[in-house]
């Protein structure tokens, strides 16, 4: 079927309430049937009826508004093209500093073709399955079906959001084409940032952050019965797992919990009881990889328990910055039975398999964390060049290039050292990763969150009302600035990632060193 074209001189003809015309971007739009259901009232609509609305409407909406009402447009301007075009799934931003340097045509020496094939078939899934799903969830808080899930484990997704390993042989896919033995570091890193580039910071925790953090601690120290039982459950979407350490009394100061798991005069259980609090994927999870103490006080009276959701175990919804989609979680231990042979590693050693754990733990945090700043810079840079004030654009002002400057140069500093990690990463065992990168990453995390405070401040005031909307135009700073804080504690406090970041360089400072 011909597309219509119209002469403006006949689109300026329909400049009536019953007979409403506009252009936008040279796309001819009937708006006469949606006068009455148009959220912000018909004068709004009345006041560019037959008129090129194309400035009016990026001034209040999205791009994606006109995908979703492009049953209105009718025709075309003769003669003319459409100058703005939304990309295509699966594109990278043409925006400058919107993706890593690597990916805007510099040079690296850290990616190979594997990894241009593994994200570009990565975000065309991400920006097919999961967009269209991102924004409703985030706002309304529903819980995602598990059909969710189990399609992105047979993609191989949830995969690839832990380490590369052996366990990438329980998926039967793995984007891109990729073979389990090609993956690295920086397989995984992309597919924390492509995750994260969705801007729905809750979402993308609910689709896997309990299995980011709790199934390593399984699949490293485990019995071979135990993770052949639960992890591909898990990996393939059929089953939810979650981390629970923190409790009401103790955060950052693991050593200190008081969930006890004592023996059964049977000795084929423990009897867990005792509570944990703002465990992410808690309130919905099927696992819970969990610490306890079985011992003394202090670190070596801690072990680590694989526990299946069964009578005695309770989980509450917690209310917190994040949408409850995340399924952030109070859970209650009350005489839970626990098979002995779900004991993660051994007795009294659960301190090392968390210190283990957290490591990568941090290592995520910093990959998704500076992607959200990342995506938000970009969300800036884009509103200051199309938002006109005082008769010309946002960005002509100075203090808004500054601030802009300011947000890119912090942006692309942390994610130079992230790199500079992961490519230690790749070559260092766990143990050696544990020696000499436990400081350098504590001291990133710090940075990176430092980096997010600012690029949240500096993209609030750019975009002004529009941040603190949870729809529309600053839906995405909206939903940074309300949540990038979790970084800053999850995985061990700013204060505490400063401190310890110190404390390893201490042991290594040279006794002879002098001014």
């Known amino acids: 079927m011909a597309v219509r074209t119209f002469t403006r001189d006949e689109v300026a003809q329909h400049n009536k309430v019953d007979d409403l015309w506009v252009v936008i971007d040279s796309v001819v739009y009937d708006l006469s049937r949606f006068v009455p259901a148009h959220p912000g009232g018909e004068h709004v609509l009345v ?20 995908q979703k009402y492009s049953k209105f447009a009718i025709g075309s301007i003769q003669g003319e093209k459409q100058k703005i075009m939304q990309a295509e799934d699966g594109a990278m931003s043409k925006v400058p500093f919107a993706e890593d340097s690597y990916w805007m045509g510099s040079q690296s020496p850290y990616y190979n073709e594997s990894h241009v094939t593994f994200r570009k078939a990565l975000r065309t899934l991400i920006d097919k399955e999961l967009r269209p799903l991102a924004q409703e969830y985030e706002e309304t808080g529903g819980k995602i079906p598990l059909e ?15 380490a590369p390993g052996p366990h990438l042989k329980f998926v039967p896919n793995i984007p891109g084409g990729l073979k389990p033995e090609q993956m690295d570091y920086f397989h995984e890193l992309i597919t924390h940032e492509e995750f994260a580039r969705l801007g729905s910071p809750s979402f993308n925790d609910a689709l896997g952050a309990g299995l980011v953090i709790g199934l390593p601690a399984l699949l490293a120290f485990g019995s071979m019965d135990l993770i052949q039982k639960i992890a591909p459950d898990v990996l393939l979407g059929n089953k939810r797992i979650c981390l629970a350490i923190t409790e009401p009394y103790a955060g950052s100061d693991v050593a200190n919990i008081r969930c006890t798991a004592t023996k059964s005069p049977c000795g084929k259980f423990f009897i867990v009881n005792g509570v944990k609090k703002w465990i992410t994927n808690g309130h919905f999870s099927d696992y819970f990889v969990t610490a306890v103490r079985t011992g003394g006080q202090g670190p070596n009276g801690i072990s680590m328990l694989l526990i299946e959701r069964s009578e005695g175990l309770e989980t509450k919804q917690m209310k917190t910055s994040y949408s409850s989609v995340a399924g952030t ?26 210190m283990f754990n957290f490591n990568h733990e941090r290592w995520v945090i910093i990959a998704s964390a500076n992607r959200g700043s990342r995506l ?14 005082f008769g010309k654009p946002l960005i002509e002002q100075p203090v808004i290039r500054f601030k802009l400057a300011k947000m890119i140069a912090e942006v692309e500093s942390v994610h130079n050292w992230l790199e500079n990690i992961t490519y230690n990463m790749n070559k260092m065992s766990y143990k050696e990763q544990s020696i000499h990168l436990a400081g350098p990453i504590a001291l990133l995390k710090y940075q990176c969150t430092r980096v997010a405070h600012n690029v949240a401040d500096d993209a609030v005031q750019i975009l002004g009302g529009r941040a603190i909307t949870k729809t529309g135009l600053g839906s995405v700073v909206e939903a940074f600035q309300r949540t990038y804080k979790f970084s800053s504690v999850l995985g061990g406090s700013e204060e505490i990632m400063a401190d310890l970041g110190v404390r390893m360089a201490m042991k290594a400072f040279p006794q002879d060193a002098r001014l």
């Open 148 to 162: 969710v899930y189990q399609k992105l484990g047979r993609a191989g997704l949830l995969a690839c959001r832990i």
């Open 47 to 66: 006041e560019i009826a037959g008129k090129d609305a194309t400035e009016e409407f990026y001034s209040l909406h999205r791009h994606s508004v006109l």
């Open 376 to 389: 938000v810079t970009e969300e800036a840079f884009k509103w200051a060049s199309q938002r006109k004030v």
């Open 329 to 354: 979680a109070y859970i209650t231990f009350d005489n839970v039975k626990v098979p002995v042979e779900n004991l993660i590693g051994k007795e009294g050693g659960g301190f090392k398999v968390i």
